[in-house]
C-alpha cells in the first residue's frame, strides 16, 4: 500500500504550505537545523572522543555524559521540531528520496544506541576508554555520521 497520500496530505496542511510558498521561512528554519546539528554534534563528540581516551582529559567520560546530557536532549528537540517543519514542507519528495529513508533509520538507530550502550560505555568509563568503550564510540560517531550525510544528501537528491 502506497503511503504517498499520507506525505501529500501533509505537504498541503497550511504550516507546509506556508513554509512552501514563503521565500525566507525554508532556509530560516534550514538555519535553526543547522545550529542544533553543531550542537548535537558538538556534545556526541565531546563525550566519544573521550571515550576512544582523546580531548577533555580532565574530565571523565561519565562526568561529561552527565554534564552534556541536557545540552544532547536539548538539541535533540531542536532537531526533530525544525526537521518535522522542514520535512512537512516537502513531505512527498522526501517520501519518494532515499536519502531521506536513509537519515531516519540511521536517526533512530543513532538515538537509541546514544541513549543505552553508548551511555551506559560513557557512564561505567573511569580514566582513559577500554577497548569495548572504544569500539562504541566508533559505532556512535557512525551512526550520527550516518544521519548528517543523510541530511545533506536529501538536499541533493
Ligand atoms: C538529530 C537529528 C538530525 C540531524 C543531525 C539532521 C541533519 C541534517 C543535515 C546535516 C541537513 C542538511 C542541511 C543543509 O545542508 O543545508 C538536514 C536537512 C534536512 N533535514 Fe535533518 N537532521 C536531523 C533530524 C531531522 C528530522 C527528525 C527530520 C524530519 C522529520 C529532518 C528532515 C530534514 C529535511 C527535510 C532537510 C532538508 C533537506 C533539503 O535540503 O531539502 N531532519 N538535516
Given at each position: 500500500?502506497?503511503l504517498q497520500?499520507?506525505f501529500?496530505?501533509?505537504e ?6 506556508a513554509?512552501?510558498d514563503?521565500?525566507?521561512?525554508f ?5 535553526c537545523?543547522?545550529l542544533?546539528?553543531a ?5 556526541v563528540l565531546l563525550v566519544n572522543?573521550r571515550m ?6 580532565k ?5 561529561l555524559?552527565?554534564d552534556a546530557?541536557?545540552?544532547?536532549n536539548g ?9 518535522s517543519?522542514l ?10 528520496n532515499?536519502?531521506?529513508w ?6 533512530l538507530?543513532a538515538i ?16 582513559g576508554?577500554s577497548?569495548g568503550a ?7 560517531l557512525l551512526?550520527w555520521?550516518?544521519?548528517g550525510?543523510?541530511?545533506r544528501?536529501i538536499?541533493f537528491s
Amino acid at each position: 500500500m502506497s503511503l504517498q497520500p499520507i506525505f501529500q496530505t501533509i505537504e498541503n496542511t497550511p504550516v507546509g504550505l506556508a513554509i512552501r510558498d514563503s521565500q525566507w521561512l525554508f532556509p530560516i528554519i534550514e538555519g535553526c537545523h543547522l545550529l542544533g546539528l553543531a550542537l548535537i554534534g558538538g556534545v556526541v563528540l565531546l563525550v566519544n572522543m573521550r571515550m576512544l581516551g582523546l580531548g577533555l582529559g580532565k574530565e571523565s567520560a561519565a562526568e561529561l555524559e552527565r554534564d552534556a546530557r541536557p545540552y544532547f536532549n536539548g538539541s535533540l528537540i531542536l532537531m526533530l521540531v525544525t526537521g518535522s517543519l522542514l520535512f512537512t514542507s516537502e513531505a512527498v519528495k522526501c517520501y519518494n528520496n532515499q536519502a531521506f529513508w536513509f537519515k531516519m533509520s540511521s536517526l533512530l538507530l543513532a538515538i537509541i544506541f546514544t541513549m543505552t550502550i553508548n551511555r551506559r560505555a560513557a557512564l561505567a568509563g573511569t580514566g582513559g576508554g577500554s577497548s569495548g568503550a572504544k569500539v562504541i564510540a566508533i559505532i556512535n560517531l557512525l551512526l550520527w555520521t550516518g544521519v548528517g550525510v543523510g541530511g545533506r544528501w536529501i538536499g541533493f537528491s
